[in-house]
C-alpha cells in the first residue's frame, strides 16, 4: 500500500505557472504507474497526466498537452506537474494517483488507480 499527498497549489495569474507534487510514503514508489486528475466544480474528476514506473513514458490530455510536464524522481519518492501557461480553465483541485497494476497503456480512468490523496487546489485567475 501507498500513501500520497499533494502540495504546490495556489492562486496564480492566467499564463503564470505553478509546480505541484505528490509525495509518496509505504511500499515501494518506483512499483506504481502515477497520474494526476483534476477536478473542478460541477464537473467529473478527468485525467490530466500519467507517468509510467520508470518515467519514460507519460500521457497528457489534449487539453493540457503542450503546457504541462509530468515526471517522477523515484529515488525521492516524488512526481511532480510543472503546469505553464495557466488558463482560467485550468482552475480545479488536482490529485495525485497511484495504480499497482502494470498495463501496456498507462491508465488514465479514475477506475485504474486504487490509491489517491486529498487534493490541492489551483486556481487561475483571468
Known amino acids: 500500500q501507498v500513501q500520497v499527498v499533494e502540495s504546490g497549489g495556489g492562486l496564480v495569474q492566467a499564463g503564470g505557472s505553478l509546480r505541484l507534487s505528490c509525495a509518496a510514503s509505504?511500499?515501494?514508489?518506483?512499483?506504481?504507474?502515477m497520474g494526476w486528475f483534476r477536478q473542478a466544480p460541477g464537473k467529473e474528476r478527468e485525467s490530466v497526466s500519467a507517468?509510467?514506473?520508470?518515467?519514460?513514458?507519460?500521457y497528457y490530455a489534449d487539453s493540457v498537452k503542450g503546457r504541462f510536464r509530468t515526471s517522477r524522481d523515484n529515488g525521492k519518492n516524488t512526481m511532480y506537474l510543472q503546469m505553464d501557461s495557466l488558463k482560467p480553465e485550468d482552475t480545479a483541485v488536482y490529485y495525485c494517483?497511484?495504480?499497482?497494476?502494470?498495463?501496456?497503456?498507462?491508465?488514465?480512468?479514475?477506475?485504474?488507480?486504487?490509491?489517491w490523496g486529498q487534493g490541492t487546489q489551483v486556481t487561475v485567475s483571468s
Open positions: 507517468v509510467s514506473r520508470s518515467g519514460s513514458r507519460t
Open positions: 494517483a497511484a495504480d499497482r497494476d502494470f498495463t501496456i497503456l498507462l491508465p488514465t480512468t479514475t477506475d485504474e488507480y486504487e490509491y
Open positions: 509505504g511500499r515501494a514508489f518506483s512499483t506504481y504507474t
